[in-house]
């Protein structure tokens, strides 16, 4: 049996996730959100896919990955789903793993369409299909390492002590990510349907009035942004409301609800 576990806020990282898990057999998918705080025994053959935010895992897989026991798994893989750049993604996964009893055997990153609105605009649609259609093969191809259990290092270094610089940020971003949704800022366009709140894989939104209210619980996923059917969640300071929104086209805002259990 080989488990992946998976964490995602457009939809990228589970779109992944289920393309691998479609050519394996024996297999279960787990969102890491719908499981509470106690530890983890992992066993079997397992897997994370998730993305990457700011060269690194997000906060939640991070800790997810800080209180599982993993020291009986025969392999274990990392997918993460990056606009760009993986970063220290790999390391910074072997690292953890390497605490929790188990050699990282393989790490892979897919370029996927990057959902960092508060950065950039989101691609055009010939840009996204293309980036899509490129992915399903790259997960083809990861399916078939996984079901052979290849190793792959997967690191990328990419600058000078690329290291100190992550390691750097990645705490930057772990110390001011739960907070980052005080930028967050709902417009008059809101028609208070509740999906930013049903989405958030954290329960960090509490619907006042109809209107989201932000609980400093944030994992920066930015799927409220996103999955808001008129686009009325806006980030204070940058030009969100002139760029688009994005979400997997294979998945549903369903299916991202679902995640917390
Ligand atoms: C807060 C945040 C930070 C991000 N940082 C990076 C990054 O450092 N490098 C990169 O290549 N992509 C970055 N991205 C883009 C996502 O990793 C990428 O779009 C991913 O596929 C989204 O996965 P999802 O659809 O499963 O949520 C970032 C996205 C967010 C929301
Ligand atoms: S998803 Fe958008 S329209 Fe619906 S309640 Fe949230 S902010 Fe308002
Ligand atoms: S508040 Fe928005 S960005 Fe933060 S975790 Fe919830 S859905 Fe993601």
Known sequence: MTTIYWFSGTGNSLAMAREIAGTLDDVRLVPIASLGPAPVAVGGDFGVVCPVYFEGLPLIVREFLERIDASRCPYAFLVVTVGGFSGWAAEEGRNLLRRA???????????????????????????????????????????????????????????????????????????????????????????????????????????????PRWHHRCEQCLACIHWCPVAAIQIRGRPTAKRGRYHHPDVSLEDIASQRG
Do not use: Q
């Open 101 to 211: 009893g188990k050699e990282l055997d393989a790490a892979f990153a897919v370029k996927m369409p990057d959902n960092y609105i508060a950065g950039l605009d989101m691609p055009k649609a010939a840009a996204r299909d293309r980036l899509h259609a490129r992915a399903s093969l790259h997960a083809a191809r990861m399916a078939r390492d996984v079901a052979a259990r290849t190793r792959r290092r997967g690191t990328s270094w990419g600058i000078p002590f690329g290291w100190l610089a992550y390691a750097t940020l990645g705490r930057v971003f772990a110390h001011s990510c739960r907070g980052r949704d005080t930028r967050f800022v709902v417009t008059d366009a809101c028609t208070r349907c509740g999906a930013c709140a049903r989405v958030c894989p954290v329960r960090n939104i509490e619907l006042v009035d109809g209107r």
